[in-house]
């Protein structure tokens, strides 16, 4: 039964485990952003054959992050980091409140030459003066007589020795909070047109909705677009109201989010709503302009029967490049079909020669006829993302910690520093030892300057 025991407490406690469990989550956070995933993961599942598609619903590999294989790779990991520290820290903090206990049984005879300077003075005279000087780096210092003299032992940085410990707490706060998210978080979608207030929140993944307890109006939206007639910018300009009282105002973009009633929302996307007009404008050569209000299916003849116009198609935003109608216009000269674009200036701008490259989007391709088109009282709607995450405060202050721990570990180390006091007919002998956790050369360094300061201060005794 014991040996059972300790198998399993050595299971938990290593490395091996920690190496393998960090391989796995990287993996699996791989898998998570090459795969898409759960909104996006439905155009992609379309293309897998059936037998793939099962495979990926069974591992959960369209919602990784909230898959329970993943879950349990964390959960083991915080497990063996809390193994890990539990197992270690008794060692720790006997190191740290032992602090640089003296050998009385460490000898000049066990040191190097180099390490060993002459004094001039009995011992009981250097020990006041060699206690005060490491004093001054370590702080304190403790002393142990012996037959030949004395040895003063001092330490610093004992601290160094939790580094680890802080970074293990880091990792389990960051832990703690992805699964506080993961589980306990909320994500969903607010729709609001242009003028009108909304309080209902979709939860992402069709999951239901929630009513929630204040309203948010879109008092403005604003969309600017690039020269090709891409968009460049949109922008909701928001209220928040509660019990029909005006709490807050802001504007939302993308990349700069509004928190309010414990919700983050983000500018997610925007679109049209049915309805307004949609006017189409027709001019010959250099006579008067006529403007129709038109629709799909709608049919009227240019003048002088010179050919019968139907508008096949009208789409919001016809490949990233804003409105655009299809016509078909059929006269004696046959039929003829192209797009009219509203932006058609500014693509053809950013885009020069693109009217004969593509003539489908020429609106003179029925000459002498140019067509034009505009949209007339228009309502655009915004997309919001709302989020509502309790792990946020968790992941940063594990990211904190994390920081602070990484920073304790590889800038600082547990240096203990002895000197070795002995006297040989009433002169003075001074060796020095040190050693410490980590940063050989640098603890080098620290103990040839201590030695010279030792020389230094004989010297001018």
């Not at 993302?385 to 405060?393: E, M, S």
């Not at 994390?402 to 002895?418: A, E, K, Q, W, Y």
Request: aromatic share 10%; with cysteine.
């Amino acid at each position: 039964m014991t040996k059972a025991r300790g198998g399993f407490r050595d299971f938990f406690i290593s490395v091996r485990l920690t190496i393998v469990l960090l391989a796995a989550i990287a993996l699996g956070a791989l898998l998570g952003t090459i795969i898409p995933q759960q909104e996006a993961a439905e155009a992609f599942s379309t293309r897998l054959h059936p037998a793939l598609l099962a495979v990926f619903q069974v591992f959960q590999l369209f919602n990784v992050y909230n898959s329970a294989w993943f879950i349990l790779l964390l959960v083991l990991l915080a497990v063996n980091l809390i193994a890990c520290s539990v197992d270690r820290f008794p060692a720790a903090w006997r190191q740290f409140r032992g602090g640089a206990a003296p050998d009385g049984a460490e000898r000049l005879a066990d040191l190097p030459p180099e390490r060993i300077v002459a004094a001039e003075r009995p011992a009981a005279e250097e020990v006041s003066r060699l206690e005060a000087l490491l004093r001054k780096r370590c702080g304190r210092v403790q002393k142990v007589e012996t037959p030949r003299g004395f040895v003063l032992a001092g330490g610093k940085g004992a601290f160094s020795r939790f580094g680890v410990f802080v970074v293990h707490m880091g990792v389990l706060l960051l832990i703690a909070g992805g699964l506080a998210g993961a589980i306990f978080g909320v994500q969903g979608y607010v729709e609001i047109a242009e003028g009108d207030t909304a309080n209902t929140m979709q939860f992402r993944g069709g999951k239901g909705a929630e009513t929630l307890p204040f309203g948010i109006r879109c008092d403005r939206f604003t969309v600017e677009y690039y020269e090709n007639g891409t968009p460049k910018v949109f922008r909701s300009d928001l209220t928040f109201l509660e019990k029909g009282k005006v709490v807050r105002q802001g504007a939302l973009l993308v990349n700069h989010p509004i928190a309010f009633g414990g919700l983050r929302f983000y500018q997610s996307s925007y679109g049209v709503l049915p309805g307004g007009r949609l006017a189409l404008s027709y001019v010959r050569g250099n006579g008067k302009a006529n403007e129709r209000d038109v629709a799909v299916g709608y049919t009227f003849d240019l003048p002088g029967a010179e050919g019968r116009v139907e508008v096949l198609r009208a789409e919001n935003d016809l490949m990233r490049m804003g409105p655009a109608v299809k016509l078909s216009i059929t006269s004696i000269r046959g039929n003829v079909q192209f797009w009219v674009f509203r932006n058609i200036e500014r693509i053809k701008e950013a885009n020069p020669g693109i009217l004969e490259q593509v003539p489908l989007m020429n609106p003179a391709l029925f000459a002498p006829y140019v067509f034009s088109m505009q949209k007339k009282g228009e309502k655009f709607y915004t997309v919001l993302q709302a989020a509502r995450d309790p792990g946020v405060p968790l992941v940063a202050g594990g990211a904190a910690l994390l920081i602070v721990g990484l920073m304790i570990t590889f800038f600082f180390s547990h240096r203990r520093f002895r000197i070795v006091l002995e006297e040989e007919k009433g002169e003075s002998r001074i060796g020095l030892a040190g050693s410490s956790n980590r940063d050989p050369v640098g603890l080098e360094n620290e103990m040839n300057q201590l030695l010279a300061e030792i020389g230094r201060a004989e010297g001018r005794s």
